[in-house]
């Protein structure tokens, strides 16, 4: 980093004792994770944005016929006019979608052919319609300039019987329904979805209605967790507010591990007085790990409760929704089945300054935009802290410093993961 003033830290390149890189985080998480193999038959219509639990398997052509392109004439390639002649040929009938033309066609001659229409037989090429003139009533006038086979489709060009058409653990998109009922399949089978328990913890939060004391807050980390969830294939369980107690807190987990397979929660894992998740964690379950050298959400706590994978968010809001994109959305989609593909990113332009310490890996938020002349630009939403939600409002991407980072000078390249990455 050059031309930017910084305070050193006898901390920045001393990683503190217990916490882990953030590569190694994820790799753990999916190291932990046993993708569920029960499955159900959908209608296409309700499977949208659900997990393939089984290949498709074409039973038919796609296109089921070899037919046209676009609208014009059909003829035989072999007969198309040469260097710069022109000819003229005999229109002996037409060729629509749904009524194709029953004959044949001979040398001289031409069929009038429509968009998707099937090729008549003897013909091979179609010339499109602008590029043909009207000579008489059953006649035209074609030039020179095309080639054997131009604007036709084959038959299975898009798909061949017994070809793979989607593999099992892939999402389905409207584009697949699409595919899945021009082959006439009206059902597939899918993974079942994931559970997911959720709840927030704390004596100061309070529901939206409810009236504030001093030193009371509503809960916002709830809200930001079911619209988050909302957007992936699971089903929710939201079990509100529960209290910091040690009593009312065990009895949460027992009910959450016996219901989900993933239990979420926010705030009450790190080391205050009143934080008891982690104690009763180990106690009841395991820790995998509970703290990561990143910036916000160091305190993230990962383990099993039962049969239940655990994840034990911070109390922030913001380090809530980058820990939830980071580590618990691609254990969920792991979870469900699908295959596991890291968010894309790009590289952008700074427009600033962006001071950072080396040590932790930092996730700040950005606005990533493209200048008059096409360039990628990236700029912070403003202050970074864990408890400003505006920043994530904002923003539309994520600036990726990694540790090693000592911070980024305006005009200096920088790694982003836009927020679309993670839908």
């Not at 190694?24 to 209608?43: C, F, G, H, N, V």
């Not at 910091?244 to 009450?268: P, Q, W």
């Amino acid at each position: 980093m050059s031309g930017l003033i910084r305070r050193s830290s006898c901390c920045d390149d001393v990683p503190e004792t217990g916490t882990l890189k953030v590569d190694d985080a994820r790799q753990r998480i999916l190291d932990s994770i046993k993708p569920i193999t029960a499955s159900e038959k959908l209608t296409l219509r309700n499977a949208l944005g659900r997990v393939l639990a089984e290949d498709i398997i074409s039973p038919l052509d796609v296109p089921g016929h070899t037919n046209s392109a676009m609208d014009g004439y059909a003829l035989a390639g072999k007969d198309l006019p040469q260097d710069s002649e022109q000819m003229i040929y005999k229109l002996i009938g037409s060729s629509f979608a749904g009524a194709p033309f029953s004959g044949h066609c001979e040398a001289g001659q031409c069929v009038r052919i429509m968009t998707g229409a099937v090729i008549p037989a003897g013909t091979d090429t179609v010339v499109m319609q602008e590029q043909v003139k009207t000579v008489e009533s059953d006649s035209v006038r074609i030039g020179n300039g095309h080639r054997t086979g131009q604007n036709v489709r084959q038959a299975g060009e898009d798909i061949a019987t017994g070809g793979t058409v989607l593999r099992a653990s892939h999402i389905l998109t409207p584009a697949d329904l699409g595919i899945l009922s021009s082959l006439g399949i009206g059902e597939v089978r899918v993974r079942r979805r994931p559970r997911v328990a959720f709840f927030s913890t704390g004596d100061e939060l309070r529901s939206i209605g409810e009236a504030l004391a001093e030193g009371d807050v509503y809960d916002s980390n709830r809200y930001s967790l079911y619209g988050m969830l909302q957007r992936l294939d699971v089903e929710l369980l939201d079990m509100g507010v529960v209290r910091d107690s040690e009593e009312a807190l065990r009895k949460a987990f027992a009910e959450a591990a016996a219901m989900a397979d993933v239990v979420i929660t926010s705030g009450g894992v790190s080391v205050g007085e009143a934080d008891y998740i982690k104690p009763i964690l180990e106690q009841t379950g395991e820790i995998h790990f509970w703290k990561i050298a990143m910036k916000p959400g160091r305190p993230l706590t990962h383990g099993r409760i039962g049969n239940s994978l655990f994840f034990g968010l911070p109390g922030n809001p913001v380090a809530v929704m980058v820990t939830f994109y980071q580590f618990v959305q691609p254990a969920l989609k792991y979870l469900a089945g699908a295959r596991s593909n890291p968010p894309w990113t790009i590289m952008a332009t700074s427009k600033e300054d962006i001071f950072k310490r080396k040590g932790r890996y930092e996730f700040q938020r950005g606005i990533l935009e493209q200048d008059a002349g096409g360039q990628l630009t990236v700029r912070k939403t403003g202050q970074q802290g864990s408890g400003i939600l505006m920043s994530m409002s904002r923003a539309n991407c994520f600036i990726l410093l990694p540790e090693d980072c000592q911070g980024v000078s305006a005009g200096e390249e920088v790694q982003v993961q836009p927020f679309d990455s993670f839908i």
